[in-house]
């Protein structure tokens, strides 16, 4: 399987700031990486597909980079709403494995 | 617009066979495009996918649960289906259906809004 690890595992950070988010890959995924947030009770969301794009109706102040086994996930002036925790997801090959997780807090 | 609907039972007992079923509205599950996918969260812990399937029956199993795992799909229901056996408490957890987007075929963009199955004696 595909280890996914996500750093940092928690985060703290204020409205307005600008965080970044890391996920490594254990073996090569070309671009096939996602990431999502998940809020409690509620299904995850997805954010960025294949490393970069933006899925339909996520802000713009979202931004995913990387290819092979980096990734970076970009928050650019956090929002009240940002404060969630989230998850890469890699697609490259079954099993697809998700990171363990990474928890925003204000 | 796309809806998906887990159901099935909320509660186990140790060893029994979990079996949830996801109901899809709002498009058609015979599509050439998509896997159906499970995928749950135990609480407090990350997600786990545990697999697809293709409305053909075309399948792909997590091999960490491949033994225990069925996905089927009910074309005339429009809906497909979960069954995990020999459950323990560590198959607690927060079960998901999921679809791809239509311009990603292995990113999820449509959830179901999950469903708590715990495992107690």
């Known amino acids: 399987d595909t280890q996914m690890t996500q750093s940092p595992a928690s985060l703290s950070a204020s409205v307005g700031d600008r965080v970044t988010i890391t996920c490594r890959a254990s073996q090569i995924i070309s671009s096939n990486l996602n990431w999502y947030q998940w809020r409690p009770g509620r299904a995850p969301n997805l954010l960025i597909y294949a490393a970069s794009s933006l899925h339909i109706g996520v802000p713009s102040r979202f931004n995913g980079s990387g290819s092979g086994t980096d990734f970076t996930l970009t928050i650019s002036g956090l929002q009240p709403e940002d404060f969630a925790t989230y998850y890469c997801q890699q697609s490259y090959r079954t099993p697809y494995t998700f990171g363990q997780g990474t928890r925003l807090e204000i | 617009q796309l809806q998906l609907q887990e159901s099935g039972p909320g509660l186990l007992k140790p060893s029994e066979t979990l079996s949830l079923t996801c109901s899809v509205s709002?498009?058609?599950?015979?599509?050439?495009?998509?896997?159906w996918a499970w995928i749950r969260q135990p609480p407090g812990k990350g997600l786990e996918w545990i697999g697809m399937?293709?409305?053909?029956?075309?399948?792909h199993y997590n091999p960490s649960l491949k033994s225990r795992v069925t996905i089927s799909v009910d074309t005339s229901e429009n809906q497909f289906s979960l069954r995990l056996s020999s459950v323990a408490a560590a198959d607690t957890a927060v079960y998901y259906c999921?679809?791809?987007?239509?311009?990603?075929?292995?990113?999820?963009?449509?959830w179901g809004q999950g469903t708590l199955v715990t495992v107690s004696s």
């Open positions: 999921a679809r791809p987007t239509y311009y990603d075929s292995s990113a999820y963009g449509h």
């Open positions: 709002g498009g058609s599950i015979k599509s050439t495009t998509y896997y």
């Open positions: 399937i293709h409305y053909t029956g075309n399948t």
